[in-house]
């Protein structure tokens, strides 16, 4: 299992900045990819972006440009750095981690508790 704890968000006005953070427990499984996903009311939750411990990315196309994703493997940490916000990133941010037991060749997804970003025009 992974435990995960998130912080940051809040409100902010259009073309602001705020900042998510997550931490990671530790767990004897192994990390494949660390990241941000959203869900507006009404809405399926999407992708805003991931990352590898390598650093390799992944961003949603709304999001490119503005948002930016950072890993630190040491404290099993990631996080989403959004700048220039739209009314339309208004949203629950949920942190994931995909995380892989190799003796099982299985593949586990854990999941945040939820950060309300709010962007006011």
């Known amino acids: 299992q992974v435990q995960l704890v998130e912080s940051g968000g809040g409100l902010a006005q259009a073309g602001g900045s705020l900042r998510l953070s997550c931490a990671a427990s530790?767990?004897?499984?192994?990390?494949?990819?660390m990241g941000w996903f959203r869900q507006a009311p009404g809405k399926q939750r999407e992708l805003v972006a991931t990352?590898?411990?390598?650093?390799?990315?992944n961003y949603a196309d709304s999001v490119k440009g503005r948002f930016t994703i950072t890993i630190d493997n040491i404290r099993r940490a990631v996080l989403l750095q959004m700048n220039s916000l739209k009314p339309e990133d208004t949203a629950v941010y949920y942190c994931?981690?995909?995380?892989?037991?190799?003796?099982?060749?299985?593949?586990?997804?854990?999941w945040g508790q939820g950060s309300q970003v709010t962007v006011s025009s």
């Open positions: 994931n981690v995909r995380a892989l037991r190799v003796i099982n060749d299985t593949f586990y997804d854990f």
């Open positions: 990352i590898s411990p390598y650093g390799s990315t």
């Open positions: 530790s767990s004897s499984l192994s990390i494949q990819t």
